[in-house]
């Protein structure tokens, strides 16, 4: 079936450095894709929507120059945690879909990002 | 704006048990719902949906019927196995695969042997 995969799995820096993590759908074409964001024992919170080739598009309460999102190509999206400081440690989910088709999102697996 | 409350967990059951976790959204409009489950060390996959009112979704032995009048959507399964555990989201969007998905906090599934 479809794949979606999310890379790093886990990574643990420095305050004040940034962190790129990536997110590959790997047997379809990821027209869009959605960045989540998790707390410990609370849900997964949409960040922000990605489609190729164009800005994403931000919830609310989500600083879009802390969080750059790039969707480049029909494969791959990346989120970069820009100056991580250690409130910006959580789980970390994308998902993709390919909204020609009626098929829901596929997840990855997440990244565990943790600031020290 | 729309949301999902889930019973907390953990819920620890014995194999062969009756399981049910309890889940209701408040939302404007008729919502598409779903349940996706998410086993230890992999992403969230998609257990079984429902798009209308009295629509029951089924899948791998577990169903959840769309009610409407009581806005609930409880996630059951007759006789659970140890590899059943997982951590199960209950989420809704505004249309079938729409983009914005709302999820509950997840309930945790222990299953004993």
């Known amino acids: 079936g479809a794949v979606v995969s999310q890379h790093p799995s886990r990574v643990i820096c420095k305050s004040g450095t940034s962190v790129k993590i990536e997110c590959r759908s790997l047997?379809?074409?990821?027209?869009?894709m959605f960045w989540y964001r998790q707390f410990p024992k609370q849900s997964l919170m949409l960040m922000a929507t990605?489609?190729?080739?164009?800005?994403?598009?931000?919830e609310q309460g989500v600083e879009k120059d802390k969080f750059l999102i790039n969707h480049a190509s029909l494969t791959l999206s990346t989120l970069t945690v820009t100056s991580a400081h250690p409130e910006d440690s959580s789980f970390y989910i994308c998902?993709?879909?390919?909204?020609?088709?009626?098929?829901?999102?596929?997840f990855g697996d997440g990244t565990r990002l943790s600031i020290l | 704006g729309d949301s999902v409350t889930q019973m907390e967990g953990p819920v620890t059951l014995s194999e062969e048990a009756f399981l049910t976790i309890n889940c209701t959204y408040t939302?404007?409009?008729?919502?598409?719902l779903f349940w996706y489950v998410q086993y230890p060390g992999e992403g969230l996959q998609l257990l079984l949906k429902?798009?209308?009112?009295?629509d029951k979704g089924s899948n791998k032995g577990f169903e959840a019927t769309y009610r409407k009048e009581t806005t609930s959507f409880h996630l059951e399964k007759g006789s659970v196995q140890v590899s059943d555990s997982a951590v199960y989201f209950c989420?809704?969007?505004?249309?079938?695969?729409?983009?914005?998905?709302?999820f509950g906090a997840g309930t945790i599934l222990r299953v004993k042997s």
């Open positions: 998902s993709a879909r390919d909204f020609r088709s009626n098929q829901p999102q596929h």
């Open positions: 047997d379809f074409q990821a027209t869009t």
């Open positions: 990605s489609n190729e080739g164009s800005k994403a598009t931000y």
């Open positions: 939302a404007t409009g008729y919502p598409s």
């Open positions: 429902a798009t209308k009112a009295d």
């Open positions: 989420a809704l969007s505004e249309r079938e695969y729409g983009n914005k998905l709302v």
